[in-house]
């Protein structure tokens, strides 16, 4: 076994993952999983630059994991960031700020590389041999992969949950041309996404990360968020438009009160459940089977 730690650094939160893997299986093993919400993308898609005070959150989030990371004695690090990073001016301020607190440099990857390990993550712990459309929706980006046991093809597009609250949204609960104006981008992107990835022509649909799991776990009706609950639970078409629905015609104030959206979450979930909703649609996908484990997941086992 070796004892990896891999950190995800996106637009909207900043995740930790230290596992143990099994050189020859790739089985992981778990040892801490965790979440901070960080905004570092806050206000990048507009003045193009890393807010001084997004960044300060992100280090702050980083000295924690650094910490973690040295109590149980991982032996290997890889930090991956995305969205956000890549976009920015100032992108060597967030480098060099992780380069001393961490001891590591993050790789601002691309996209695709970013899809990658999305798809390796997700699809590790499902069995059979279905082709699967695999769907992050991240803060800054989206990506879409598709593959049996390996990657056929795959793009990012720049419709995150993040990104387009910031682009189109002025009102709570925001106002029908927002709305309009949201889902016009997304299937913009949707049209982008095609030219490259066969959406439509996959068996399942696997939905990662946080505003997929946050829908899934208001259709369940979950008291509290329960991470074992949600991981692989299947959420059909009709409960993604009924949550959409809910969440459109939401105050701040009643998102706020529905136990499993985190308190970070609050002002973008309903464009990443919009996001979300216009794929289904898109890909005429029945249910959106809801994976746990995603791009974090891919990253730790690439460093075994």
């Given at each position: 076994?070796t ?10 939160s ?50 924690e ?18 969205s ?16 001393e ?67 189109h ?5 925001p ?17 982008l996404a ?42 059909t ?9 809910r ?18 979450r ?7 459940a ?9 890909v ?21």
């Open positions: 076994m004892r990896v730690a891999g950190i995800d650094c996106g637009t909207n900043i995740r930790l993952l230290v596992a143990d893997v099994h050189p020859e299986t790739g089985e992981l093993i778990e040892l801490d999983r965790r979440m901070t919400i960080v905004r570092l993308g806050q206000g990048v898609d507009k003045t193009g630059r890393l807010a001084p005070e997004a960044l300060e959150r992100t280090f702050a989030a980083c000295r994991y650094a910490a973690v990371i040295k109590d149980l004695g991982a032996e290997r690090l890889r930090f991956v960031a995305t956000a990073s890549r976009d920015a001016e100032n992108r060597q301020d967030f480098v060099d700020g992780v380069v607190i961490l001891g590591v440099e993050p790789e601002v990857i691309t996209g695709d590389q970013e899809a990658e390990f999305s798809f390796t993550g997700a699809t590790g712990s499902l069995h059979g041999d279905e082709r699967r459309l695999v769907l992050d929706i991240g803060g800054g980006s989206t990506e879409f992969v598709v593959g049996n046991r390996h990657v056929e093809a795959a793009r990012s597009v720049d419709i995150g949950c993040v990104r387009l609250t910031e682009r949204v002025r009102h709570d609960p106002t029908a041309e927002e709305v309009a104006a949201i889902r016009a981008d997304v299937r913009t992107a949707l049209d095609a030219e490259t990835v066969p959406i439509d022509t996959a068996d399942t649909l696997v939905g990662l990360a946080g505003s997929v799991t946050t829908v899934a776990a208001i259709a369940l009706g979950l008291p509290e968020y329960d991470s074992e609950k949600v991981h692989h639970s299947r959420i078409a009709a409960q993604v438009a009924e949550v959409t629905d969440l459109l015609a939401s105050t701040h104030d009643e998102r706020a009160a529905i136990p499993v959206i985190h308190p970070g609050i002002d973008v979930i309903i464009a990443g919009l996001v979300l909703r216009e794929i289904v649609e898109r005429g996908a029945s249910e959106v089977v809801v994976s746990e484990h995603d791009i974090l997941d891919g990253i730790a086992l690439s460093v075994a």
